[in-house]
């Protein structure tokens, strides 16, 4: 039958999110983290050919698309089983990026989508606390059609001001992680992090619902923001080389629709002098 979520779990993520696995990939960290360090080595040991300097975040795109076991992430029944619960057995995915953390991080969504549900799977690959960076959350910040969310949306980045609450006591849920522990949370939902120091590695994968014909222009804008990354096409070529046709299913959607990206990231190198950090 495979991996899937209860309807506990399903009536939480709706409620609040987010949800968290405490160890789901303790089996494969070790694998993981040795590939996420292979990536890093490949790129020159850091961001765009430089070292991370634990100063600033650093930031590869795609991620996973660029070694193929962890591009066969995307094909282990646990991730699959996260997916397909919450968005269906046609999901897409949207790409990943890899990280070195420095510092705090604001509060903020990874979007505001009124209609498709995306969905965030992060992966921590060093021990992280409340004190030390790890993921924290707002249960409830997701909802757009909510005047709690809705505020949220529209006063979080003000805390000190209208609330006299520094960003880091903004009330919020603290999750604190362990290698082989996935968070999963709604796109929507406001995240943030602080007090960490500056090497902190994680890694994430994007997924979404599939988009209905009539909301295809949309997708294709949401596409567009590899630009700033120079990208020519969505993924990577590890995960296209490796793809099996189950895997290709939630590949298809947005093959079909990054023929934009070559021109807006010939664009986007004539206007900056390196990608975007993130």
């Not at 249960?139 to 880091?168: C, F, M």
């Not at 849920?173 to 796109?187: K, M, S, W, Y």
């Not at 807006?264 to 975007?276: I, Y």
């Amino acid at each position: 039958m495979g991996y899937k979520l209860t309807e506990q779990q399903l009536a939480f993520f709706d409620t609040f999110g987010y949800l968290g696995f405490p160890g789901l990939l303790e089996d494969r960290i070790d694998e993981i983290i040795n590939d996420f360090e292979e990536v890093w080595a490949g790129r020159g040991g850091g961001h765009h050919g430089r070292p991370h300097d634990g100063e600033q975040r650093s930031c590869i795109v795609p991620f996973i698309d660029q070694h193929d076991r962890l591009s066969s992430l995307l094909d282990d029944e646990r991730i699959r089983g996260i997916a397909t619960s919450l968005l269906g057995d046609d999901f897409n995915y949207m790409g990943s990026d890899g990280n070195y953390y420095a510092g705090d991080t604001r509060w903020h969504s990874d979007g505001w989508h009124p209609e498709i549900l995306h969905i965030k799977i992060a992966f921590y690959l060093d021990r992280l606390t409340r004190d030390t960076g790890c993921l924290r959350v707002i249960p409830g910040s997701h909802k757009r059609d909510d005047i709690y969310g809705a505020g949220l949306q529209k006063n979080v980045g003000e805390s000190s001001s209208l609330w006299d609450t520094a960003p880091a006591d903004v009330p919020a849920q603290a999750l604190e992680t362990r290698p082989g522990d996935i968070v999963c949370f709604n796109h929507n939902t406001k995240h943030a992090s602080f007090g960490g120091g500056g090497r902190r590695r994680m890694f994430t994968m994007n997924l979404c619902q599939r988009y209905p014909e009539r909301l295809v222009p949309e997708l294709r804008d949401y596409i567009s923001g590899a630009s700033r990354f120079w990208l020519d096409e969505a993924y990577g070529p590890a995960m296209l080389r490796t793809a099996t046709p189950d895997r290709m299913c939630h590949l298809e959607q947005v093959m079909a629709n990054d023929d934009h990206l070559p021109e807006l990231s010939r664009k986007a190198r004539e206007t900056m002098s390196e990608p975007s950090r993130g």
